[in-house]
């Protein structure tokens, strides 16, 4: 996983509430067991409407409640092979926030009236350290779990932190070992 630190750019803007995890990436298209190859079917029934545009920016400022429904990987999955490394909203689907966290996407809560001035000026950089998000006119601090940020700062993968346990692991399974027969009991 590629360690965050800020993310600077301008913004795509998805000016919905209730964005469900069927909306982001469509059951259809759940057949890989790849985390990669779902950006080309983000938003899959709405890119298909006249006059739909969403830019491969690294910031998407979304509406309410985004990531809601099913407590599908596939939807993080899809949002960061399309592009986007950070996600602003003024509220987000617990599973969903996690999901992204997992996987190196940075779920951002804002108030809605930063996320409407972001939208509006078009640009933002996402401070992770800092805890802070500055666009052209404003800034706005922003609460994370302080295990998660670590995490996200380093580069930290489940597997990672299991690996970084490999010391420990080794002296349990040594301490664990068992000398002579084993038997069992049928």
């Known amino acids: 996983m ?3 630190e ?17 909306q982001i990436i ?27 545009e969403l830019p491969r920016n690294p910031i998407l400022v979304a509406g309410r409640n985004f990531g809601c429904g099913s407590s599908r990987e596939h939807a993080a999955w899809a949002l960061e092979d399309y592009g986007f490394q950070a996600i602003i909203a003024p509220s987000f689907a617990d599973i969903f926030r996690s999901n992204c966290t997992k996987i190196g996407l940075l779920p951002v809560q804002l108030s809605a ?3 409407a001035a972001i939208r509006e000026v078009g640009q933002a950089q996402v401070d992770l350290a800092a805890q802070e998000v500055r666009w052209p006119g404003g800034c706005a601090q922003f609460e ?5 940020k670590h995490r996200l700062l380093n580069g930290l993968d489940d597997i990672a932190l299991t690996l970084a346990q490999d010391a420990a692991i080794s002296a ?12 069992t009991s049928l």
């Open 2 to 4: 590629k360690a965050i």
């Open 6 to 22: 800020t993310i600077t750019g301008p913004v795509s803007v998805l000016g919905r509430d209730d964005v469900d995890t069927d």
């Open 26 to 52: 469509p059951k259809q298209f759940l057949k890989r067991v790849e985390r990669t190859g779902f950006g080309e079917f983000l938003f899959y029934d709405w890119a298909k409407q006249p006059g739909w």
């Open 113 to 115: 009236e930063d996320c």
């Open 144 to 148: 994370i779990d302080p295990e998660i």
């Open 172 to 183: 349990y399974e040594l301490d664990r070992e068992r000398t002579g027969p084993v038997t």
